[in-house]
């Protein structure tokens, strides 16, 4: 089945650049979808096709994705965006596949 | 804006049958290209895809779940359910109905979760 990495945890003070890694294979050619869950909250989507903002979501937020790596990037972060973070996919053999998620703590 | 709301017992016994609804409102599940899916979040886990209804009524679940799991909808009721059988305590999660992009497969509204426990 297809797997999604994602590192466990990512640390930043605010102010700061977060810099989120999602890794799989053959990425390049898959869209990815980017998810910020807020502790006792649904999942809510920040990043949709590698680096489209749905309305509504701050232009701190962007996405990009280079080979095998995809990349959530939030600048100037802020108290408020300490979550877990999760990349998804669609594949072909394994239909939807959501990363294992990120911590991101702001410091 | 779509708003979803998951709605069914929190608590079941094992080897039942878990039933959840989610009740859609500020769109139909009717409109042509939508999808509406089930997800559930695993205790201290990630998140599990299980299935999805189109508007057309076509379902496509999860290869792992399949044999267990059926998805329907009532356009009448702006409503979509869940069934999922012969349950055990690996099933106890928060489950989420969400709407789902039919090109790109993204889930772009979600419920808020409602958390079943699976115990006797």
């Known amino acids: 089945s297809y797997v999604l990495t994602q590192p466990l945890s990512v640390s930043e003070a605010p102010g700061q650049t977060a810099r989120i890694s999602c890794g799989g294979d053959?990425?390049?050619?898959?869209?990815v979808h980017w998810y910020q869950q807020r502790p006792g909250q649904a999942p809510m989507l920040v990043v949709y096709?590698?680096?489209d903002r749905p309305s509504g979501i701050t232009e701190r937020f962007s996405g990009s994705k280079s080979g095998n790596t995809a990349t959530l990037t939030i600048m100037r972060v802020e108290a408020g965006d300490e979550a877990d973070y999760y990349c998804?996919?669609?594949?072909?053999?394994?239909?939807?596949?959501f990363g294992g998620g990120t911590k991101l703590t702001v410091l | 804006q779509v708003q979803l709301q998951e709605s069914g017992p929190g608590l079941v016994k094992p080897s039942q049958t878990l039933s959840l609804t989610c009740t859609v409102s500020?769109?139909?599940?009717?409109?042509?290209?939508?999808?509406w899916s089930w997800i559930r979040q695993l205790p201290r886990k990630g998140l599990e895809w299980i299935g999805f209804?189109?508007?057309?009524?076509?379902?496509f679940y999860n290869p792992s779940l399949k044999s267990r799991v059926g998805i329907s909808a009532d356009t009448s009721k702006s409503q979509f359910s869940l069934r999922l059988h012969s349950v055990t305590a690996a099933d106890t999660a928060v489950y989420f109905c969400?709407?789902?992009?039919?090109?790109?497969?993204?889930?772009?509204?979600w419920g808020q979760g409602t958390q079943v426990t699976v115990s006797s």
């Open positions: 969400a709407k789902e992009n039919g090109k790109t497969y993204f889930f772009e509204n």
């Open positions: 500020g769109g139909s599940i009717s409109d042509s290209g939508s999808y």
């Open positions: 209804i189109s508007h057309t009524g076509y379902t």
């Open positions: 053959n990425l390049g050619s898959k869209s």
């Open positions: 096709d590698d680096s």
């Open positions: 998804q996919v669609w594949d072909v053999t394994s239909d939807v596949v």
